[in-house]
């Protein structure tokens, strides 16, 4: 049985950049008949320092999550990058503490979006009208991390109107990678203006995908570019599909997801 | 010929002076998109997880038992007739095949394709003494007389498309070559005969050394490894101290991974088997072969939690997939290993005080975890290699991390930190978006946009009730 309610972990970067993401996951779990709370002592994973081998830190932050969720069935992120962080790393991070068995508890009951709606709660396609083209962005831990095998796609699959047309390497890195966009600001954009070529080169008008970070980083190259294309959350087209959420008429530069 | 693109030995100052040309990524991901493709439809039919895993099992047995293996290697090799030497260092590899080449008499060197030579800067090394030393790898000639160091493992002038070798053939030979690859390879082979047929010295590299018999393999493509090792009348061989097998049943499946990890081709033209010098009842083949084991800080690596990067065997398929090494190319990397094995590799061979910042030239994609057939968990060694470099960070990096780790390790710091950024970002937000930010988000800003934070995040939405958000318990 899948489970009745679940913990909505929003991720630092929805909650402060992109709450309709959130608003979009809560509506949609809501739709799909599952309740959801959402624990307001979490923060963040703590991916940033833990990719920056600052483990002490990446630990103090990734702790709020422990005690946010310790009561939780289930557990769902609109993130494959910090629902892969929880369920990769925790149990290393954590290995040897006294939080151990409360971070492996976490890791064996965290889930991506659109991993929990296809493969826990069953739900095949989702039914729902959007007109347009849309070309899909694999994120990288989404896909290495959690092992999306083409969930986000499948959910996608039975909207009436929307068309999916694919890039010619949907799976690349856009050059978000966390602190690296700041780190290699040069390599990460040259990154990301290949990754919005191949999009571009599609003529979509939506850039799908599953994670805020690479719709940040792509969305802000996309703006500072002048680039036509909407990118949007996963989460947000499909509530939109739903008609849980109203679709924006023009996109707002830099903004995924408005 | 100096093997550096760039003096500077920061990851962030080559890759900017690589960035310059944005003709790069194309030639770079003509050919390595390829080779990837290749390599997907050649495991597409075949359990490519079952044998990757029994390629890491091989690779994590014989490094377990290194010890064991490279004494009976040797053992063996020396009963055949080849002399085997260990070199704890560069130096020492250098001093011994400068030792053999000056008691050879030799003028002109014929060099088959070696990464352990290029770490250890042979070529030059020779060249210095007065040699000729030509490299008889097609790749590795072109880069040769570009005056350019390999940049990729198994494609060394992956960097250059068939007009720049047209070009640089045309230039430095005075004739006129068309941009076609028949005709290029025609040319170079021409050259590169003469050269055998007064080679004094051969020295080639090694794929794999097997302990059971005291002989070693190299693949090749263009047959130049099996001229640089048979005709001149002695021959060095270079090799990596890892780079060993127990039996021909291990080289069996590590061979094929290899070769079908780095081009996707069932076969490569040419397997060579070396197994020592020419006896008396042979017609043909060297008076004298030498191996020289490389040691130079590998010792160091398989005692620590890195060993599993010696798992390596240079297929130099994480380079192909690897977008940082596509928009850099392997000169970026400014060391011999490129790509994400060199981001690892290249800190524990040459120090993390030298190049300790390449363990940052990654986004931590994972695509090159995917494709490697000894399964490296590179990304994990990546951030291994980060956490090393932290304890040695500048006091900005940690004091950032550990303000950074305070607001975020308490909801109530983190909603503050939230409202001091919503009215901070007044003074800088323009029309819905940040086009300069203070540092270090002016590092983002230089090139992208930033989003400006949520006038009211999702857990003011939440807890408002806004947008069917209400909380269930109907406070």
């Known amino acids: ?258 | 010929m100096t093997p550096e693109a760039s003096p500077s030995t920061r990851f962030k100052d080559r890759a900017a002076s690589q960035l310059v040309n944005r003709r790069l990524p194309i030639v770079i991901g003509n050919a390595t998109d390829l080779r990837e493709r290749r390599r997907r439809e050649a495991f597409a039919p075949l359990d490519g997880d079952g044998l990757r895993d029994a390629a890491e099992a091989v690779r994590a047995h014989t490094l377990a038992n290194l010890d064991t293996y490279l004494e009976r290697f040797a053992d063996r090799a020396q009963a055949r007739g080849t002399k085997v030497f260990f070199a704890a260092d560069g130096a020492e590899a250098l001093d011994y095949v400068r030792g053999v080449v000056r008691q050879a008499g030799a003028r002109v060197v014929a060099k088959g394709k070696s990464m352990a030579s290029e770490e250890i800067g042979l070529g030059h090394a020779l060249e210095a003494d007065g040699l000729e030393v030509v490299e008889t790898d097609l790749g590795e000639y072109i880069v040769q007389i570009a005056g350019e160091a390999p940049s990729h493992i198994t494609a060394p002038a992956v960097h250059h498309d068939r007009a720049e070798i047209a070009e640089l053939f045309s230039r430095t030979h005075g004739v006129e070559l068309p941009p076609d690859p028949e005709a290029l390879t025609a040319f170079a082979r021409g050259v590169l005969r003469e050269t055998f047929l007064t080679a004094d010295v051969g020295i080639s590299g090694v794929n794999f050394a097997i302990a059971e018999t005291g002989s070693f393999v190299m693949v090749t493509n263009e047959g130049n490894g099996r001229m640089v090792t048979s005709l001149p009348r002695v021959h060095i061989a270079l090799m990596g101290m890892e780079r060993i097998v127990p039996t021909h049943r291990e080289l069996g499946l590590l061979l094929p991974m290899l070769v079908a990890s780095a081009g996707g081709r069932p076969v490569t033209t040419y397997f060579s088997f070396v197994n020592g010098p020419r006896r008396d009842d042979e017609p043909d083949g060297p008076d004298e072969v030498h191996i020289v084991v490389l040691d130079n800080g590998r010792s160091g690596i398989l005692a620590g939690e890195f060993r599993s990067i010696l798992h390596c065997i240079r297929c130099g398929a994480c380079q192909n997939v690897c977008p940082v090494y596509r928009q850099v190319g392997g000169h970026g990397y400014g060391s011999v290993y490129a790509g994400p094995i060199g981001a690892v590799l290249t800190p524990l061979l040459s120090g993390m005080d030298r190049a300790g910042d390449l363990a940052h030239a990654s986004s931590l994609c994972g695509a090159c975890v995917e494709v490697c057939p000894v399964k490296i968990p590179l990304v994990e060694h990546l951030i291994g290699l980060r956490r090393l470099a932290a304890k040695h960070a500048g006091a900005g990096e940690r004091a950032s991390f550990f303000g950074w780790a305070r607001a975020w390790g308490s909801a109530r710091r983190y909603r503050f930190v939230g409202w001091a950024g919503r009215l901070g970002q007044r003074l800088v937000t323009r029309r819905g978006r940040i086009r300069r930010a203070p540092f270090p988000f002016s590092r983002w800003t230089a090139d992208r946009d930033l989003p400006p934070l949520a006038r009211r995040g999702f857990r003011a939405r939440w807890k408002a009730g806004a947008n069917g958000s209400e909380r269930p318990d109907g406070t």
């Open chain 1, 1 to 258: 049985m899948p489970p009745a309610r679940v913990s909505l972990f929003v991720t630092c970067l929805v909650d402060l950049l992109y709450p309709e993401v959130g608003e979009a996951t809560v509506a949609l779990l809501r739709d799909l008949g599952v309740e959801v709370d959402f624990p307001e002592s979490q923060t963040c994973c703590g991916q940033p320092a833990f990719n920056s081998g600052f483990d002490a830190d990446a630990r103090r932050v990734a702790r709020t999550l422990l005690g946010a969720f310790d009561d939780a069935e289930a557990v769902v992120a609109p993130s494959g990058s910090c629902a892969g962080m929880v369920r990769s790393f925790y149990p290393h991070l954590f290995h040897g503490t006294k939080d151990e068995a409360r971070a492996n508890a976490l890791a064996g009951k965290i889930y991506e979006l659109t991993e929990f709606v296809v493969d826990v709660l069953g739900a095949s396609s989702v039914e729902g009208r959007w007109d347009g083209r849309v070309t899909y962005h694999d994120a990288c831990h989404g896909l290495r991390e959690i092992g999306l095998t083409g969930q986000g796609r499948q959910l996608l699959s039975r909207v009436e109107g929307l068309e999916l047309v694919e890039m010619a390497r949907p799976d690349a890195c856009c050059g978000f990678g966390g602190t690296f966009s700041l780190r290699l600001p040069d390599v990460a954009t040259a990154m990301a203006d290949d990754k919005v070529a191949q999009a571009e080169a599609t003529e979509a008008d939506a850039m799908v995908a599953g994670d805020a970070g690479c719709l940040m980083h792509l969305a802000g190259r996309m703006s500072r570019r002048g680039a036509g294309m909407r990118p949007v959350h996963v989460a947000t087209l499909l509530a939109e599909a739903r008609g849980l959420r109203e679709r924006p008429g023009a996109p707002a530069a830099g903004v995924p997801g408005r």
